[in-house]
């Protein structure tokens, strides 16, 4: 209880300064309704006082209802004595959240059939058997059992040959994209991006003070006849296997035209595979590190197959910049926490991976056709843009004037929708396209937020 | 299995293409021994081929060895058949570990005493009650819970009155600096740091593309008097509660001139409170933070408390700055994984965080003792420096000299030590000191350790 000082020059006794002191602790909150006290015994030692004097001003406080005493209990604080001041301005909140009746908003899972009880068990077993050294420092890297584990995952899923040693854990693909801007040194560099991208990434590429260079999207993704020379490229950022936000996959022209482009400026390739597990036809889709392990660094993550809160994904490092990568995960966050990635490793091993994205994948194919539907029966003329892929569909409405206003105005009306345009780095060219994210959404929600879209477009008009 | 490739055009049957790529996988090892192969129906219904193609590649491979079969259990791979072939150069290792007999290393909590048990009782409680939209993003700033704990913590053992919506959860302390830096802006800038100081952190803030300005620490902390106007100071650094490495307090005429200081620069402080729990006598020291909130951000971890492998740590954050630190951290890493943070703010909701540090005091303080008497009786002249505080000491012995090559010599022999000198910033000036970190030993292990260092030393001159 080191928030108590007691100032024995002062005429005040000491029973009078602590009783004072904890008196304000309780009506500022600090001591919170319900919280056991230190017993006498305790505190008297930490303040170098005499157990008496704590005992008397605890009677005082009892007396006068700030503190409850029961016998053979720990003494608490009464309840609802916290007296609210926040002289120094009131905190700074989040906003509120409107109220959304309907949400399609993107990279969502549907966390209500994540198999949470078989996540506890495997989270169980894994922790249960963690010897005290796992407690310490385990590596920058991440766990062997874990990178095993990835390693002939992507194979099986990807036909990817990453050895363990190549694949490094990350606090998710954002985190990934943190580093390898570190590690590539993109400060102050060009960096081409596909446009529309991400722009949750886009802006982690400009916090890190990257200079930006779009390279437009059609159907097959980043239009690789259009790159050209722009000063210091250091690198390309791409999402090849599932195009983000707009659905293509990069075609295999385009992909040795990326490969042969970088290696002419000597730049890298950042890999973003952020939701390839779900492909609902269709041949399987190679990752671009398979074609030049030295000058691609693959991202992916577990947040949209598993869930956003695990804070796990990886990075497949060509290794010349590994012991870079090493020194450099120190220096930024040390590690990633061991219990989930035991429990992920465990999960992994146990198959469970596996069949969740094998469930998940039906689930997710049969509500996109249920969207697809839906959309056809109240919109006759929207098109739907990409491959049969992901969590979210793009959608093209011919004529309509989809920007930051609509999504503003279908938001108020309760509809939460992202216009591509958000996505855009230079305005004005998809000011027609909207994504719809359907993965988080059963199937009569599905088609209840369509017809209320509609609506809304009709009395918008 | 998307590894697998199967090309319709080919003259090679597709059972025998089947049967050669699955060889492949199991001597590349890429499918590992014991695994459990796809049922045919699975692996049919993947590469959308015949369940007989998949029966019979299947049974070639059972023929020759490959797969295991079993009557009611799933086909796997045998054993022993990886071959090694590593055609892209052997991967780079960390380096190799010297056999340490002796380890003084700092920084390292004893994580036998800790209570993995309780721990863990904690992670199943708080995980079990959590509901399936905590698995989704929950937000930058941290979980509720656990900053309301860590609220009346800081409270409990600090006497710093911080509210649950100033804090902010990290991925520990390390981490907190990187955001801090971000936050501020400080790249490119100038920061004030003590020196020597954690060189880790040093490197932290060089990594960020700080300027770093060193400001000497005598047996008070960082000597303000020797603060002047380098150009363009954006923060200064500090470790006022228990100077790292040299281990003083930084006096109350100091912590008024550094305010001042900071103030007159329009500078901001970061106050790194990295193991004030671990004080061993002596009064409270009060947080820099409480006297200006709004110019400090105050920084703590729980790695040495609890365990490093943790990974969570906290910042005070001046109001002024929360929205942009959300922002930031959103793009950096988005959040802490969820299972960590729940089970923390349980384990301290339960006072068992309380409890562990009152046992580690009692237990650190008395192996304090054991290694002072141990370095008396065997080097008579050598002086303790700094306040009874913390898991390492910081010796003086006169007329030595205490080098990096002292220390690769020391470490040769199986001690492993760190001189204060791998920790300064301008050189030459601790050339006598060296750090003993004794937290995670055992009485016994200290004084043969003190002993083997006496050894050491005789037969090194």
């Given at each position: 209880?080191?928030?108590?000082?007691l100032?024995?020059?002062?005429?005040?006794?000491?029973?009078?300064?602590?009783?004072?002191?904890?008196?304000?602790?309780?009506t500022?909150?600090?001591?919170?309704?319900?919280?056991?006290?230190?017993?006498?015994?305790?505190?008297?030692?930490?303040?170098?006082?005499?157990?008496?004097?704590?005992?008397?001003?605890?009677?005082?406080?009892?007396?006068?209802g700030?503190?409850?005493?029961?016998?053979?209990?720990?003494?608490?604080?009464?309840?609802?004595?916290?007296l609210?001041?926040?002289?120094?301005?009131?905190?700074v909140?989040?906003?509120?959240?409107?109220?959304?009746?309907?949400?399609?908003?993107?990279?969502?899972?549907?966390?209500?059939?994540?198999?949470?009880?078989?996540?506890?068990?495997?989270?169980?077993?894994?922790?249960?058997?963690?010897?005290?050294e796992?407690?310490?420092?385990t590596?920058?890297?991440?766990?062997?059992?874990?990178?095993?584990?990835?390693?002939?995952?992507?194979?099986?899923?990807?036909?990817?040959?990453?050895?363990?040693?190549?694949?490094?854990?990350?606090?998710?693909?954002t985190?990934?994209?943190?580093?390898a801007?570190?590690?590539?040194g993109?400060?102050?560099?060009?960096i081409?991006?596909?446009?529309?991208?991400?722009?949750?990434?886009?802006?982690?590429?400009?916090?890190?003070?990257?200079r930006?260079?779009?390279?437009?999207?059609?159907?097959?993704g980043?239009?690789?006849?259009?790159?050209?020379?722009?000063?210091?490229i250091?690198?390309?950022?791409?999402?090849?296997?599932?195009?983000?936000?707009?659905?293509?996959?990069?075609?295999?022209?385009?992909?040795?035209?990326?490969?042969?482009f970088?290696?002419?400026?000597?730049?890298?390739?950042?890999?973003?595979?952020?939701?390839?597990?779900?492909?609902?036809?269709?041949?399987?889709?190679?990752?671009?590190?398979?074609?030049?392990?030295?000058?691609?660094?693959?991202?992916?993550?577990?947040?949209?197959?598993?869930?956003?809160?695990?804070?796990?994904g990886?990075?497949?490092?060509?290794?010349?910049?590994?012991?870079?990568?090493?020194?450099?995960?120190?220096?930024?966050?040390?590690?990633?926490?061991?219990?989930?990635?035991?429990?992920?490793?465990?999960?992994?091993?146990?198959?469970?991976?596996?069949?969740?994205?094998?469930?998940?994948?039906?689930?997710?194919?049969?509500?996109?056709?249920?969207?697809?539907?839906?959309?056809?029966?109240?919109?006759?003329?929207?098109?739907?843009?990409?491959?049969?892929?992901?969590?979210?569909?793009?959608?093209?409405?011919?004529?309509?004037?989809?920007?930051?206003?609509?999504?503003?105005?279908?938001?108020?009306?309760?509809i939460?929708?992202?216009?591509?345009?958000?996505?855009?780095?230079?305005k004005?060219?998809?000011?027609?396209?909207?994504?719809?994210?359907?993965?988080?959404?059963?199937?009569?929600?599905?088609?209840?937020?369509?017809?209320?879209?509609?609506?809304?477009?009709?009395?918008?008009?």
């Amino acid at each position: 209880m080191l928030g108590i000082t007691l100032n024995r020059q002062s005429a005040a006794p000491l029973k009078r300064q602590l009783y004072a002191q904890l008196k304000d602790a309780v009506t500022s909150g600090m001591l919170k309704s319900g919280e056991a006290m230190l017993s006498t015994r305790e505190l008297s030692r930490d303040l170098g006082v005499s157990r008496n004097t704590v005992g008397e001003a605890y009677d005082m406080l009892i007396a006068e209802g700030y503190l409850l005493s029961r016998q053979g209990a720990p003494t608490r604080v009464a309840e609802g004595l916290r007296l609210e001041d926040r002289a120094s301005g009131a905190p700074v909140k989040a906003r509120p959240v409107q109220a959304v009746k309907f949400s399609f908003r993107t990279g969502r899972p549907d966390l209500r059939q994540f198999p949470r009880k078989l996540w506890l068990q495997a989270m169980r077993r894994s922790s249960e058997n963690l010897a005290a050294e796992y407690y310490g420092y385990t590596g920058p890297q991440g766990l062997d059992a874990l990178r095993e584990e990835i390693a002939g995952w992507l194979f099986r899923t990807r036909g990817l040959n990453a050895a363990a040693e190549d694949i490094f854990i990350t606090a998710g693909a954002t985190h990934a994209l943190n580093l390898a801007c570190v590690v590539l040194g993109l400060s102050g560099r060009s960096i081409l991006m596909e446009d529309p991208c991400h722009s949750g990434m886009l802006q982690t590429f400009r916090d890190r003070s990257c200079r930006i260079v779009p390279v437009p999207v059609d159907g097959h993704g980043m239009q690789t006849e259009r790159l050209d020379g722009a000063p210091d490229i250091a690198a390309v950022y791409v999402t090849p296997s599932h195009q983000f936000p707009l659905g293509g996959i990069l075609s295999a022209p385009r992909r040795a035209a990326l490969i042969r482009f970088a290696r002419e400026n000597d730049a890298y390739i950042i890999e973003d595979d952020y939701d390839s597990e779900f492909r609902y036809g269709g041949a399987p889709v190679s990752p671009l590190v398979a074609a030049d392990p030295l000058r691609v660094i693959y991202v992916g993550t577990f947040s949209k197959v598993l869930f956003p809160a695990l804070r796990i994904g990886y990075a497949v490092v060509p290794r010349p910049l590994q012991k870079r990568w090493r020194v450099l995960r120190t220096h930024d966050d040390v590690q990633n926490p061991i219990f989930e990635q035991a429990a992920l490793a465990e999960f992994m091993r146990a198959r469970q991976l596996d069949s969740h994205i094998r469930k998940m994948r039906k689930l997710y194919g049969a509500r996109r056709a249920v969207l697809l539907e839906a959309l056809r029966a109240s919109f006759g003329g929207a098109a739907a843009l990409g491959d049969a892929a992901g969590l979210h569909l793009a959608v093209h409405f011919p004529g309509m004037i989809i920007d930051e206003s609509f999504a503003k105005r279908c938001r108020a009306a309760g509809i939460d929708v992202t216009p591509v345009e958000a996505h855009c780095i230079d305005k004005g060219r998809h000011g027609s396209e909207l994504l719809l994210g359907y993965g988080h959404l059963e199937p009569d929600e599905i088609r209840a937020a369509v017809l209320a879209l509609r609506e809304f477009m009709d009395l918008d008009k």
